[in-house]
């Protein structure tokens, strides 16, 4: 049985990921995978994502793998990376695209008439460098990593939920907006840990161990 399987469908940073647990989590099996019967067996899952949400959400039903990640997030430690977090959600505005709505609310294209700073800075969209991630929640991944850390992000679109109890931290891009997520045994994160040096290990590795009641 695998510890972590990393979901392959075609739109991920995988290696990155793959490198970092291995890293920061010796001793146990991390495995990439396309194959659902993995996934369903893996103690843990992660589900990353780069690129589009209609090109994520297609090749994930088309390569069989939708079902598998919907019973994980219902059943397992789960962690979402960038457009696995988006995905949770409802639907997307990018595409006009379902999500597999796990969570309530919809993924938002950054308005290009809010991105001014108060000093009159214009804000380029794909938001992308560091920013600080603040903690709106305790939480087990949040262990040994400061309130206001830096975290790495790219990316053009955020998730609007209209359930704040689920908000487990936000950044500021001008304005404050949902960059972390936490429910029962899934945490998702718009930011990448994998990019984001001893923060980001930090939670991968705390990831690792989390074992939440289910």
Same mark, same amino acid.
């Given at each position: 049985?695998?510890?972590?399987?990393?979901?392959?469908?075609?739109?991920?940073?995988?290696?990155?990921?793959?490198?970092?647990?291995?890293?920061?989590?010796?001793?146990?099996?991390?495995?990439?995978?396309?194959?659902?019967?993995?996934?369903?067996?893996? @103690? @843990?899952?992660?589900?990353?994502?780069?690129?589009?949400?209609?090109?994520?959400?297609?090749?994930?039903?088309? @390569?069989?793998?939708?079902?598998?990640?919907?019973? %994980?997030?219902?059943?397992?430690?789960?962690?979402?990376?960038?457009?696995?977090?988006?995905?949770?959600?409802?639907?997307?505005?990018?595409?006009?695209?379902?999500?597999?709505?796990?969570?309530?609310?919809?993924?938002?294209?950054?308005?290009?008439?809010?991105?001014?700073?108060?000093?009159?800075?214009?804000?380029?969209?794909?938001?992308?460098?560091?920013? #600080?991630?603040?903690?709106?929640?305790?939480?087990?991944?949040?262990?040994?990593?400061?309130?206001?850390? @830096?975290?790495?992000?790219?990316?053009?679109? /955020?998730?609007?939920?209209?359930?704040?109890?689920?908000?487990?931290?936000?950044?500021? /891009?001008?304005?404050?907006?949902?960059?972390?997520?936490? +429910?029962?045994?899934?945490? %998702?994160? #718009?930011?990448?840990?994998? +990019?984001?040096?001893? %923060?980001?290990?930090?939670?991968?590795?705390?990831?690792? +161990?989390?074992?939440?009641?289910?």
């Amino acid at each position: 049985m695998t510890d972590i399987a990393i979901v392959d469908y075609g739109m991920g940073n995988l290696r990155s990921v793959h490198k970092a647990l291995e890293h920061v989590a010796p001793g146990i099996s991390v495995a990439v995978t396309s194959d659902p019967s993995v996934v369903d067996k893996a @103690r @843990r899952v992660v589900v990353p994502g780069q690129g589009a949400m209609p090109n994520c959400m297609y090749e994930l039903k088309t @390569r069989g793998l939708q079902d598998a990640v919907v019973q %994980a997030t219902r059943s397992k430690p789960f962690l979402g990376i960038c457009i696995g977090l988006q995905m949770l959600f409802e639907e997307s505005e990018e595409g006009h695209v379902k999500g597999l709505g796990i969570l309530p609310g919809k993924v938002v294209h950054f308005d290009a008439k809010a991105m001014t700073t108060p000093e009159g800075l214009k804000l380029k969209v794909p938001h992308m460098g560091w920013n #600080q991630v603040y903690q709106a929640i305790g939480h087990p991944l949040w262990e040994g990593i400061p309130k206001d850390a @830096r975290f790495y992000f790219v990316h053009s679109y /955020y998730v609007d939920t209209p359930n704040t109890t689920v908000i487990a931290a936000q950044s500021n /891009y001008p304005f404050p907006f949902t960059c972390a997520v936490a +429910k029962d045994n899934i945490f %998702a994160v #718009q930011f990448h840990p994998e +990019k984001s040096h001893i %923060a980001g290990l930090t939670l991968l590795r705390n990831f690792a +161990k989390w074992t939440p009641c289910i």
